[in-house]
């Protein structure tokens, strides 16, 4: 009896152990790039800012999201409506705000750009990439005291119930979660371009389009990608792509 008022106590003591470290260590990463563009934007040289911006996002792969809404608002007061599109995809593929979708919609609204209607499905996908860590580190925290709570009750010939067909199920969680990424890939036109039925410069045009547009990408061939175009498989030239998120 002992054991069992224990057993979840054990499993929550765990979560909350793991989950806090990992978020101590997250929040100490510092980029110096980041801080340089930080002072930068805060004297109002909104240019030089975005230099030091840009090698954070481009060369260390380091951001946050003020540092993304930063990029987006001087990309806009610049009229770079493409590249204002694309850093508000990237914070809100890493930071879902409902204000950030509506922000992307208008732009999208005014430049004539398709891919902009967000589904309710996009944003819990993309709240589950928010928390991504959180959720394969609680899961991971739940199982490993599952597994000694379920021996040791196996030990004192205590029935175990259903209870092996939940770890299974935790520990499936655990693998897919891990291996298998869940979001579609998008990616944002970079520039005007032709779109092409097949992954060559050979292949029939499909048709011109105007930069900014959001697709979803559905695999690189080489130096083409493969997209969905108006729910057709098309391609075009990865120069003239911007993948969000990767």
């Known amino acids: ?87 508000l995809n990237t914070m809100y593929s890493y930071y879902p705000d409902s204000r950030v979708i509506q922000k992307m919609e208008d732009l999208g609204d005014k430049y004539h750009l398709s891919g902009y209607s967000y589904t309710d499905l996009e944003y819990l996908i993309s709240i589950y990439k928010e928390y991504y860590y959180y959720i394969i580190f609680s899961l991971s925290a739940i199982g490993i005291p599952f597994i000694v709570y379920l021996f040791l009750r196996y030990k004192k010939g205590i029935g175990l119930g259903m209870r092996p067909f939940i770890f299974v199920c935790i520990l499936g969680g655990v693998f897919y979660l891990n291996n298998y990424d869940i979001t579609p890939s998008m990616g944002i036109i970079k520039s005007d371009c032709i779109i092409m039925e097949g992954p060559s410069s050979g292949s029939a045009v499909v048709e011109n389009i105007d930069a900014g547009h959001r697709v979803r990408v559905i695999r690189q061939e080489g130096i083409w990608y493969e997209i969905d175009w108006k729910n057709q498989y098309r391609f075009v030239r990865d120069v003239y792509l911007l993948p969000i998120g990767n």
């Open 1 to 87: 009896m002992k054991m069992q008022s224990l057993s979840p106590k054990i499993f929550i003591i765990a979560a909350l152990f793991l989950t806090l470290v990992f978020n101590i260590q997250a929040n100490s990463l510092k980029n110096n790039n980041i801080t340089i563009g930080d002072s930068l934007f805060e004297k109002k040289d909104y240019q030089a800012a975005i230099i030091y911006y840009k090698k954070a996002f481009e060369e260390d792969h380091a951001f946050s999201q003020q540092m993304l809404s930063r990029m987006a608002m001087i990309e806009e007061s610049a009229d770079h409506y493409v590249m204002t599109l694309y850093y």
